[in-house]
């Protein structure tokens, strides 16, 4: 392959990970212009148009998406193993690019790096921030950490934990209102509720103890929010009972800035889990990586912490 076809492919698929040419300049150390030339040069030696390019945004087109499908992964393999080549076989490095919820990612994982950078100073983890589910093999990252990604036969996940779902006040708010008995009583409470990001609808507060007792609560809204750590905020000014993941919910728990509510009842959910490609040979950087990520989870005792009852 000449050196010119590869300085096209990398431009394009690139651009295409990145959805616009300036942030593929800048993960390729280029300018706009050449970025953008590369791919008009490619497009004319193909005889396609391969993006829709407008003054917002930067779109596949159908001849577009069947190539950045086809030759994603394989170059992304060929370019993992030059690095190798270059840093030494074997070697963890590169950019590793990886997905992650914002509470979970900023409040737990990125305390971890520090060791993870000092032991690997060759790796550079690239962390994008985004509660929405992403699609790995289509968006260019090497590793998710979240729960609920589709697995197919090109993903692997490893579970980290098991999630609970917990309903939560603040103390003010208790005090006003006397705190429920029973499931049933929240009817009589104000509640924050939330729509899932996935479906667009309101999440049904589905309840259950350790006995297999399961009831499907009620609760008077007072507003709906799509983010779980806005929604445990929202609980902590004093506004209603919110059903909230564990992990976002333990560190306000801890700072007495929100309190248990019937706390022998909760909700379950998918499990925490790192996601990553099914290639053949697995890149070094990933394999560091999902490996120092499961050992950290297990020695901070999160997965306990995150399912406790």
Do not use: C
Request: aromatic content about 8%; proline content about 6%.
């Amino acid at each position: 392959m000449s050196t010119e076809l590869r300085s096209h492919l990398d431009a394009f698929v690139t651009s295409a990970d990145e959805g616009s040419f300036s942030a593929a300049a800048r993960r390729l150390g280029l300018t706009p212009a050449a970025v953008s030339k590369s791919v008009a040069q490619f497009e004319s030696r193909l005889g396609v148009r391969l993006f829709q390019r407008s003054t917002r945004r930067l779109a596949l087109t159908s001849e577009g998406e069947r190539l950045y499908g086809q030759v994603r992964l394989p170059w992304g393999e060929i370019g993992d193993a030059l690095t190798d080549l270059r840093q030494g076989a074997g070697k963890p490095a590169g950019t590793l690019k990886v997905a992650l919820a914002h509470t979970v990612g900023r409040e737990y994982f990125v305390p971890m790096m520090d060791e993870f950078v000092r032991r690997y100073p060759d790796v550079v983890p690239d962390l994008h921030f985004d509660n929405r589910q992403v699609d790995l093999i289509a968006q260019g990252f090497d590793v998710a950490i979240g729960g609920g990604i589709e697995l197919t036969d090109a993903l692997i996940a490893r579970e980290l934990a098991r999630l609970r779902i917990v309903l939560v006040a603040a103390p003010a708010y208790l005090k006003a209102h006397p705190a429920p008995s029973h499931p049933q009583d929240l009817a009589r409470h104000r509640g924050l509720l939330r729509r899932s990001l996935a479906t667009g609808r309101l999440v049904p507060w589905t309840l259950k103890n350790s006995t297999g007792e399961e009831v499907v609560a009620s609760v008077r809204p007072v507003m709906v929010l799509d983010d779980p750590e806005a929604l445990a905020r929202a609980a902590a000014t004093g506004m209603g009972i919110a059903m909230v993941p564990l992990p976002h919910a333990s560190q306000l728990i801890e700072r007495g800035e929100l309190v248990r509510v019937l706390p022998k009842w909760y909700a379950e959910t998918l499990p925490l889990s790192i996601y990553y490609t099914s290639r053949k040979l697995m890149p070094p950087k990933v394999r560091v990586f999902v490996d120092y990520v499961v050992e950290e989870f297990r020695a901070r005792g999160l997965a306990a912490r995150f399912g406790q009852r």
